[in-house]
DNA sequence: GTGAAAGCGCTAACAG
DNA sequence: CTGTTAGCGCTTTCAC
């Protein structure tokens, strides 16, 4: 049997509420009688027992995360990374962090109630925002305290920390267009993710900085899979007139679009240029290595976690939108447009 | 304000116990005053504080893991895909899952303890098993219900899960010397994880059974990440009498090995053959695709999880010990020994 | 079939 | 400085 607060109390001959406070650190308690409640504490191997103090306190001391299982399922280490940062920050101000594991069609939006109604969680970090996104309507509605990594378009305001894809696109395609390239294919990811929008806009915006028209045809919906990218590669390469540089939404894409490009006889940085986004491990493995648009995955979880954890302990929060900027990593996987 | 048992009871006008008794479909409540309760408990859209549960029923229906971040982070996507498996399963059973991250060498112990002794949790799954486990150990002596992902080389008895890593160690290298190689050199992971030791024994006992001496010249440590196969690798082709096979323990460091072998212009399959363990998505992104020991990341996870909640619902498991057979992958990394 | 009451282990307001 | 008391919201005997 666990030993409580009671058991010391009486072994120390003092009330329950001393015992607490001395414990606590809370002031109003003889140093010797501290000093005696401590030792017998220590003697005893005394944890206090969590949910009795989170039933009192109300609070949970508990943050969430709900991760959608299905397509990429974690595999992703993208995410992965992610997820330490946003639990090594946890762990330092000492929350404990409830993963969920829920994929999207399985009424992903009950999950969420349960957090919130039961109250298992202070607050929430909500990913892969979407466009209209209902989670974000929920939490807002429900003024429950959450941070979301990624913006939407809702008609409301909320904390949110995103990486500038349309900063990170548009500098990838004015690369590509200073290397001399005209015909660039683009493989975007689902648009029910809300950064592929911005992403877009960011190669669009280059594009028209240059007077280089939009091609509908030279854009094409991939999975985020490999196997995605390796197809819709082939297709556009087999076009009557195929582009010189393919801008894949991911790396995992990205390396498949390297795969199709290498089977059908291309040398990938010569005669196809190929630049993904994330910059994941992959990258640097493939062959050539992956020109791409560096995410810091790890330090975007963890200052997401530093912001709901400010948030939850009503610090003001110098930065309710934080923006960050990502970074081009020039490697092999693209060159000048082969002149033929 | 949440709605409680309370005001439910006032509500409808019966007492407070009857509305748990109606709530939990317990005996003993008449069935009009049962709709009556549910129906106010719909309306007022209710939900049971699990806090308050958890204190009276002494449970806190959450299941514990602790993950090492350093070295690999939760980087390899054969962590998320088995923490995908864990967390699918646990919801599966009304489970919560805490995930808790916490570098070695940061006191491990220290985090164990918390869980156990705060009584966060009701059972933990602990991975990355090594030798004379301290974690197992504590586990053990506190009579804490846990499963292990691995097993160790204690003196006691406990549930585990494993993937038989000599069995697959042993028809890769089998494999190899069947297509003629006979100086196959082996990338270890360090010996700090138990399945080092087997994964190492299984390519032993290959080598004993054709009758090829063991070389310790042969054996090199890595530290599972692509980097350090890369520079093994170099290392292993500089030498006098080069190995004409290696095999790494995981599949980042095997796809070290094909970027050394490339730089050093060997074409791996034919000049050289490649063999990996895992079989991560990156397995079939490499050029060429890799011949690889497949683990059932995914499936181990949800199986350990369920074995878990067996435990804990003192269900009885047919099974303590369950012995995963991982599959050769046979892809094209792998060829016979080039005839020079 | 239903209600009153005790108690899970802890914190905090109020007395003394 | 210390003890008494009243809950936090729920489950579960034990009476009626």
Redesign the interface.
Known sequence: M?VTLHDLAREVGVSIATVSRALSGAPGVAEETRQRVLAAARAA?Y??????Q??QKQR?DTLGII?P?SST?????F???F??GV??K??EHEY???????APEADELH?Y??MV????VDGLIVISTRPHDERILYLLEQNFPFVAFGRSDIDAEFPYLDVDGEYGMYHATRYLIALGHRRIAYISAPYTFMYSTHRLQGYRKALAEHNIPFDEQLIAIGDLR?RSGYNLTRDFLSRENPPSAIIACND?MA??AI?AA?DMGLTVGQDLSILGFDDV??A????PRLTTVHQPA?EAGWHICDMLIRLLRQETLEQRHVLLQPELIVRESCGPRATS
Chains 1, 2 share one sequence.
């Open positions: 666990p191997h944890r206090p027992n969590v949910m009795a989170r039933l949970t991760v299982t399922r974690f595999g992703d280490p995410f992965g990374d997820l330490a639990g090594d946890a762990i404990d962090l409830l993963v969920s594991t829920r999950t109630e349960r109604r039961e109250r298992r490999d995992w390396s498949g795969g290498r491990p992959l640097q493995i493939v062959h790890y």
